[in-house]
């Protein structure tokens, strides 16, 4: 089926330990993103890209790192995990840079926790 | 600071009893107000984008309109398989185009 795809599902990290969380596409959608969302906190955006080879910083980008190889893959990497990045992260894509018309399609997220 | 306040947080409501969710925003130009239907455990899902104060959508018991302050989700005798969390998103000029602002959320419920 047609959508963003996000694994793992859940994972347990220990502070300090690295890891990446993968996100996949088969839009062909140029624009892709991570949120992560917080209880009492609405979705707040980490990076995001609008095209293979360009990334940029989003609101909370700190500890994380991306990569935009290709325009199906968008990979968001922990450093070094800190308990403060236990979240429920989401991948996001759209067809037009601005979301437009359709919006935005979301994978159904990985629950990270970090002890 | 661009800045999205969803009310209220949390709303429970009987089976055909109808009501509106608030989404009040202050943002430096609007782009583009989304709403979306999150379920538990999973990713939000599209339903409506509003472009200009006056501007209204349509999908099946639900309704969206936008002033230029704020907007309201009408849902009309909803059903249980209604309730979920409702969330509300800008898109300003300030932040770039590519960046969107989320509110809380209001989680419905409907009692059968």
């Known amino acids: 089926n047609a959508g963003v795809t996000q694994t793992p599902k859940f994972q347990v990290l220990k502070t300090g330990q690295s890891m990446t969380l993968q996100c996949a596409q088969d839009?062909?959608?140029?624009?892709m993103s991570w949120y992560r969302q917080d209880p009492g906190m609405g979705l707040r955006l980490i990076h995001y890209?609008?095209?293979?080879?360009?990334?940029d910083q989003g609101e909370v980008p700190n500890g994380y790192n991306v990569s935009r190889s290709t325009t199906e893959d968008f990979p968001l990497r922990l450093l070094s995990a800190a308990p403060s990045q236990t979240s429920v992260y989401f991948c996001?894509?759209?067809?037009?840079?601005?979301?437009?018309?359709?919006?935005?399609?979301f994978g159904s997220g990985t629950r990270l926790t970090v002890v | 600071e661009d800045q999205v306040t969803q009310s209220p947080e949390a709303l429970r409501l009987q089976e055909g009893e109808s009501s509106s969710l608030n989404c009040s925003y202050t943002?430096?130009?609007?782009?583009?107000l989304f709403w979306y239907r999150q379920d538990p455990g999973k990713g939000p899902e599209f339903l409506f984008t509003?472009?200009?104060a006056g501007e209204e959508k349509e999908k099946e018991r639900l309704k969206a309109t936008l002033t230029k302050k704020e907007s309201f989700l009408h849902i009309t005798a909803p059903k249980p398989e209604d309730s979920a969390t409702y969330l509300c998103?800008?898109?300003?000029?300030?932040?770039?185009?590519?960046?969107?602002?989320f509110g809380q959320g209001t989680r419905l419920t409907i009692n059968p």
């Open positions: 943002v430096s130009g609007l782009r583009g």
């Open positions: 996001a894509s759209s067809y037009s840079t601005t979301g437009g018309a359709g919006g935005y399609t």
């Open positions: 839009m062909n959608h140029e624009y």
């Open positions: 998103a800008v898109q300003a000029d300030a932040q770039g185009a590519q960046k969107l602002v």
């Open positions: 509003l472009y200009s």
């Open positions: 890209s609008v095209g293979a080879g360009i990334t």
